[in-house]
């Protein structure tokens, strides 16, 4: 293909010339796939090599791509030529693979994926030098030495250069202080050497011996990391059984084997708590990538990490797509966790391809935690991946007793959220001086404001979906578009004055429930619109470690691997929460997040409680969670998941049309299951409005495809598509391996 030049095509499009030097070049650009470019005699391209080329006005960056076997019939002379290679280390062979292999699992133009391993402005530019100060030379002038500037005096060595930043920190100095002592000539600018952006983790750092179960599982590791080969271990235990350090094992093996090592965590904002646990063991901190990094630490990590110089990186799911040079080891933590599906632009999981990526780079791969999903347990049981489990808490702590509180028997005063028998456990746990937390997966004070006079609910105008009360903030918000009103006084529909009524809680609620009844209790809410950001989880982590805090309140937020010693009594105010809207993993996700939430508790030598406040005790995740046998659940999961044929028995792809024109929109999907494949182990359920049937203003509609696992979707995927034509003003994403179903 050539770039799009315009629209006139001449008799020499027909013509072979002579063929000079092309390449094919990726663009970044979610339209886009490779483009012919044509290589100016002075340069020397390899596939790899990042490159300036002309795309219409613009002039853009791109990698020289792998050929395809057969030449384009491109003309020569309509072929630009490529402007210049960039300055970095070129994209490996295995980066380039994996962004194919991305692109066509998941039907994502290559330039979409491309765009998520060059996301980081400026990288390619050569490197800044940066400045700093050191000693002027003694003059004649005497300035005044207040006892700040003797300490910027005393904190530089002659000839040493510091950056303002750090000088200011070591000599405990404000910067004006060092700009006041350059106008006094006592300091004067000078440039930076360029030394090593990340200081090498120690592997040898002395850590925590491991021992036991936790010793062979560490050794099995480790063996995988040092062969040098791809293969997948499930790491699987019991919450506090030391499935980090051991992990941190195989990071140091694979530094010993001078390789990197990438660990994805689901939401590395919460993961303060990890990295003082990753600097203990390594002796510095690992470099990090997720999306809150400044430009400027994002671009100087990837090309640190580009260059070699990253021996262990951190990451959200974006982290897979860096241009490690050769990868040891990819580790991903809470495997489980459905915030490892990216759901917009490429639409992928970040589990799945970590073990692809691992596979391409023939590097170990390790999927971590402590309540696995039925893909991979299924996947170790058939022996694709090796099994290590861990059985028991570290260091004697016991798992804490699980006990569902029936609120058909145990009902709440009226208007209230906390049973009698939860109120007590919380009280007892206070008077002992430990402290207790309320969870309830739900931001906010209430999920509906409804009218007591006409029954009218407060909606979203752009999308299906209730206003959510931010009481705190008098505002009513929807969380899924950020729509924001103030809450009316009076009902919209029928003019009622004061009608509105909060319906159901959410934790702001549960707060000002537990405010009443524990008036003393120093209380901590924990959820995404107070904690916002890694700095801000880490100074709550603090306030619950030093024990200057007595209650904790919060949403899933707080269920992410937290060791807490002094916690003891973890509350599940609606433990039924995940269960309604029938998805398939419902039942899954909602023992996996609650077992999580469970194993907060009790994790030093004070045992734990854990109270499951719901309407349906005998459902089989609550006994799961009560008798703490989560492999018969997970059997019995798969048993009722096998017959049909739904994954990881067989394979799903959602298509997801949507339109601002709900006609457009219908006529879409309805094309779309006309001309929907079918035939031996193929189904197609749909089309029918999504449950979500307007989202931010434009309406869905939603198709699924159903395999048997033999089958690969992407083939019936690709000749399904090409028969349909999707209108400029509809948009069709496309869902391989679908986790939501909204
Ligand atoms: P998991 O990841 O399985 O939840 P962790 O690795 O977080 O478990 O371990 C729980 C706690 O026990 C942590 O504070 C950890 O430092 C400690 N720990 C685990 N194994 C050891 C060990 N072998 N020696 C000392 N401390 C350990
Ligand atoms: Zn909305």
New binding site residues.
């Given amino acids: 293909m050539a770039p799009p030049a315009g629209k006139h095509r001449g008799l020499l499009d027909t013509l072979t010339v002579a063929e000079r030097p092309r390449v094919r070049v990726m663009l970044p650009l979610p339209l886009a796939g490779a483009y012919d470019y044509r290589v100016p005699p002075e340069l020397d391209l390899a596939p790899g090599d990042v490159v300036t080329v002309p795309l219409g006005q613009r002039e853009v960056f791109g990698v020289v791509w792998d050929p395809l076997p057969e030449a384009s019939g491109v003309a020569e002379h309509r072929l630009k030529p490529v402007l210049a290679r960039r300055d970095v280390p070129p994209m490996t062979a295995t980066l380039r693979r994996f962004i194919d292999w991305v692109a066509a699992y998941t039907l994502s133009p290559p330039g979409a994926v491309l765009r998520m391993a060059l996301s980081a402005p400026g990288a390619f530019d050569p490197a800044e030098p940066r400045a700093g100060w050191m000693l002027a030379p003694p003059g004649n002038s005497q300035p005044r030495l207040t006892p700040e500037r003797r300490r910027v005096l005393a904190a530089l060595q002659p000839g040493q250069v510091l950056a303002g930043p750090r000088l200011a920190e070591a000599a405990g100095v404000s910067s004006g202080v060092l700009r006041g002592m350059a106008e006094n000539g006592l300091l004067r600018p000078a440039l930076l050497a360029h030394g090593p952006r990340f200081a090498p983790p120690d592997p040898d750092h002395p850590g925590?011996?491991?021992?036991g179960p936790?010793a062979e599982a560490g050794a099995a590791l480790c063996a995988r990391v040092a062969a040098r080969a791809f293969g997948v271990t499930l790491l699987s235990?019991?919450?506090?059984?030391?499935?980090?350090?051991?992990y941190f094992d195989a990071v140091a093996e694979c530094l010993r084997q001078g390789r990197q090592a990438l660990v994805l965590l689901p939401e590395i904002a919460l993961s303060a708590q990890w990295l003082d646990?990753f600097r203990a063991r390594f002796g510095v901190a690992p470099a990090l990538w997720h999306s809150e990094l400044s430009p400027k630490t994002r671009r100087d990590t990837w090309r640190a990490v580009a260059e070699g110089e990253v021996g262990v990186l951190v990451g959200a799911r974006s982290a897979l797509f860096l241009p490690f040079p050769d990868l040891g080891l990819v580790v991903v933590d809470e495997e489980h966790e459905t915030a490892f599906k990216q759901e917009e632009g490429v639409i992928y999981h970040a589990r799945d391809m970590a073990v692809v990526r691992a596979r391409i780079a023939a590097a170990a791969c390790v999927l971590?935690s402590?309540t696995p999903s039925l893909e991979s347990l299924t996947n170790a049981e058939a022996g694709r991946y090796a099994l290590q489990h861990?059985p028991s808490?570290?260091?004697g702590a016991t798992l804490p007793k699980v006990r569902a509180v029936d609120l058909r028997v145990h009902a709440p005063e009226r208007g209230k959220f906390l049973s009698p028998p939860l109120v007590a456990a919380v009280t007892a746990t206070l008077a002992r001086g430990e402290q207790a937390m309320l969870f309830l997966n739900r931001r906010g004070y209430a999920p509906l404001t409804l009218c007591r006079a006409c029954g009218h609910r407060m909606r979203c105008p752009n999308c299906t979906a209730w206003l959510v009360e931010h009481r705190a903030q008098r505002r009513l918000t929807c969380h899924h578009c950020g729509h924001v009103e103030a809450p009316p006084t009076a009902c919209p529909e029928c003019a009622a004055e004061h009608s509105l009524t909060a319906v159901g809680p959410g934790v702001e609620r549960v707060q000002e429930e537990a405010a009443a009844l524990w008036p003393e209790a120093r209380r901590l809410v924990m959820a995404s619109d107070n904690i916002q950001g890694p700095a801000a989880a880490a100074a709550a982590a603090e306030q619950i470690s030093r024990r200057s805090v007595d209650l904790i309140i919060g949403t899933q937020i707080v269920a992410k691997?937290w060791?807490f010693p002094h916690l003891t009594l973890v509350g599940v105010v609606d433990a039924d929460l995940g269960l309604a809207g029938g998805d398939l993993r419902a039942a899954e996700r909602t023992v996996q997040l609650l077992h999580q939430v469970a194993?907060r508790a009790g994790?030093a030598e004070a045992p734990g409680e854990v109270l499951l406040q719901s309407f349906s005790p005998d459902h089989p995740v609550m006994q799961a969670l009560e008798s703490n046998d989560l492999d018969a659940f997970m059997i019995a999961e798969a048993e009722m998941r096998r017959p049909g044929h739904w994954p990881p028995f067989g394979r799903l792809a959602a298509l997801i049309v949507s339109s601002e024109d709900e006609r457009t929109a219908e006529r879409l999907a309805r094309d779309l299951g006309l001309a929907a494949p079918s035939g031996d182990g193929v189904q197609v359920l749909g089309p029918a409005p999504a449950p979500l049937a307007l989202l931010r203003g434009r309406h869905r509609h939603r198709l699924l495809l159903k395999c048997r696992r033999d089958i690969a979707v992407q083939p019936l995927l690709r000749e399904w598509l090409a028969k349909v034509e999707v209108p400029g003003t509809a948009r069709l994403q496309v869902d391989v391996d679908p986790v939501g179903f909204m």
């Fill in positions: 925590p011996v491991l021992a936790q235990g019991v919450t506090g059984s030391g499935k980090t350090e051991v646990r971590v402590a861990l808490r570290h260091g691997g060791h194993g994790r």
